[in-house]
């Protein structure tokens, strides 16, 4: 009997689970179509980089989409069961709420594994690629962007002219460069020159051949000018590709968050903050599904006109509350308020202090009078999105 119901439930969540991280997705994917069919159309992306695109873009919220959307199940598959009068069903037949809690804690613990490796080896994996795709593109129309006879600025701190263009190969004659950075002013006119790039670096690299470096220094005020045969234009910056000396921390795996940490601690300076709290937040966020078990299952046994709306709604305000928390304690953290475990695992507390607390009072079965309220207000909230949607 037992068996049958966890079963049950496993379906009753395992539907809205998997609806909302596809609507999820899809939502914030399509803030970013405008962005892709810029890329497509005017820089001719090509579909095999467009899609790597999406592929790598993916990691970057899904560890987010995993958390909510099983909060977002929890809720109508209990309130579905408060709803249909099930939950009187089963204690009629002597069985107690923990055959509705069994089944989604089992689904927590599968959902704290898969976000969890998501975000220690997905989530850097693909933001490190998503930028160096986004590079690839550049690189691959940093050329064919060029006109002859055309002042060119879209690298940083660089403006490029060309007096030729070969229609046959990448080859550019006639080139005139101005560079200003590092507190110095350069000029490079050289014969021939071509683009080629560096991938792991990042670098858009212009290789000119014949020609003379006139470089000013203003600090020192003093000039310099010198001929070359060969010489490596790095170009920098180019097409929203910020480089860093270093990877930012959402592009580390979590050695090299250790690594970067180790390193701190050698140094006057100290660790990074920012760097202590990313690396607590890699455990803390996949730990929040038990949380959003603790509160789902009470929050969704709450008597309901509708399971949908009021499982979305309440889902609503809960993240909302979560995410409000997070930002509270991140910025306390960065200020030196919180040390950097408190910081990153600030809300988990807050909220897991407060599931315990209903979770205990609901499994002892008795009223908590503020769930109804709650139930009542994320019910509107959803009947207000439902009634939106219905008027589009």
């Known amino acids: 009997m037992t068996r049958l119901i966890t079963v049950y439930i496993f379906k009753e969540m395992a ?20 962005k892709l069919l810029e890329l497509l159309l005017t820089q001719s992306a090509g579909l095999v980089n467009i899609a790597t695109l999406i592929i790598t873009m993916i990691p970057s919220f899904m560890i987010y989409t995993l958390p909510a959307s099983f909060l977002v199940s929890v809720l109508i598959a209990c309130a579905r069961l408060s709803s249909d009068n099930e939950v009187i069903a089963m204690k009629a037949s002597g069985l107690s709420l923990g055959a509705v809690i069994k089944p989604v804690f089992l689904m927590a613990i599968i959902i704290y594994i898969a976000t969890m490796l998501v975000t220690l080896y997905v989530y850097p994996w693909g933001n490190y690629n998503y930028k160096k795709t986004l590079f ?48 110095q002013s350069e000029v490079v006119v050289a014969e021939r020159g071509r683009f080629s ?81 990313d690396l607590q937040k890699r455990f803390a966020l996949p730990a929040v599904v038990f949380i959003f078990a603790l509160l ?48 990153a695992w600030g809300a988990n507390i807050i909220l897991g202090l407060l599931g315990l607390f209903i979770f205990r009072k609901t499994m002892q079965e008795k009223e908590i009078k503020t769930l109804a309220i709650i139930s009542g207000a994320g019910s509107s909230i959803g009947s207000l999105f439902s009634r939106k949607g219905g008027k589009k």
């Open 296 to 343: 789902g299952v009470p929050l969704g046994l709450q008597k309901v006109r509708s399971a949908k709306t009021t499982g979305f709604g309440i889902a609503i305000g809960v993240l909302l509350v979560y995410y409000i928390l997070t930002q509270i304690t991140e910025m306390m953290g960065e200020s030196g308020v919180l040390q950097p475990v408190l910081a």
């Open 136 to 183: 690839k593109i550049a690189s691959q129309n940093a050329g064919a962007a060029i006109t002859e006879k055309t002042f060119y600025d879209k690298f940083e701190g660089t403006v490029l002219y060309v007096n030729e263009k070969s229609t046959t190969s990448n080859e550019l004659k006639g080139l005139f460069i101005s560079k200003e950075g590092d507190g």
């Open 15 to 34: 539907i809205p689970f998997i609806l909302s991280v596809v609507l999820l997705s899809a939502t914030i994917l399509l803030g970013n179509v405008l």
């Open 197 to 277: 790039s560096d991938p792991e670096g990042l670098s858009i690299i212009l290789q000119l051949k014949d020609g003379v470096i006139h470089r000013k220094k203003q600090a020192e005020n003093t000039y310099h000018m010198v001929g070359f045969s060969g010489y490596d234009l790095d170009l920098g910056e180019n097409r929203g590709i910020r480089r860093k000396k270093k990877r930012p921390n959402r592009e580390l795996y979590l050695g090299e968050l250790i690594e970067r940490i180790h390193k701190g601690r050698q140094s006057p300076a100290g660790p990074s903050v920012k760097t202590m709290i």
